[in-house]
């Protein structure tokens, strides 16, 4: 009768939580029920323990619209650091090439320079919008 | 609008979407982090922590888990820290009971009981706290709690049970049955 009690009351805080209780069937914890007051109290208490303090809490919209504004403008600050960043690396490659090749030949034209920066930045297109898709 | 569609919009920078998907989550993290707490200015710190972070890394969540266990998990990192900052026991003296009308008498009955219910979890060990609440506030299968709390299922359920039998007699001694 003890152990009987003990897995119907572990099975009925399985139920007043929504869970499938673990090991035992529903028919027998239902018919124990039936005939042992002691372990329906229980469950009515177990239950009102579940339902008791679900009300709203009182919540402060002003500061959470402030959050939201602060998250778009830090998203919005971030994706053009991101921008910066990919165009300050394609600037970097063509300056390493412009100089390497500088020290070949001498007198290089400055449209050779935006030349090699236009190609690395087409290089480097699509693994920035690939960085962005991923992070979408 | 259906959460999975906000979150694609949210991500691709819809102000709205964005709004609306964290909107839904405000009252149920706030609810759990002030049962948490028993703070009503910490719990508010937290959640409005937890979901500026979430915000900025929504580009990292992925469908495949619930956005609320997502974003009650940040949660739960966020107050790990400032517990950890604070280095306190949750107060219990300033539980926000969220009641409106206090001069109408169900108000006040229903505001202590509230009351006894926060001082009840607050004496539960932390641990068992978040289990029962994940499940009482959320109503979180123990596969996502375990998923949440990184431990296994057998774990959450016996915590949980603890919990219940915890709360219960305390109940029991102080005459609340």
Redesign the interface.
Known sequence: MILDCERVR?AA??LA???EP?GSGRAGIEEHLERCPACRD?QR??ML??A?????????WR???A??E???R???A??RLEAGFFAALACAAASVLWLGLGAVHSALPVYLYLGIAANLSLFFLPAYLSHRR??? | MREDLLVVRAKAGDREAMEELFRGQYPLLKGFFLKMTADGHLAEDITQEAMLRALMSLGRYRPEAKFSTWLVTIGLNVYRNQLRGRRSRPRQETVDTGAGAAEAEDAIEAGMARREMAEMLAALPEEKRKVFLLKHVYGFKYEEIAGILGCPVGTVRSRLHDSVMSLRAEAVRRGLK
Do not use: N, W, Y
């Open positions: 572990e805080i399985d939580c929504g869970e673990a229980f208490e177990v323990l579940f008791s303090g679900a009300e709203s809490p009182d919540l402060d500061r959470f619209h959050t939201m602060r998250g778009a830090q998203l919005a971030r994706a991923r992070e979408v």
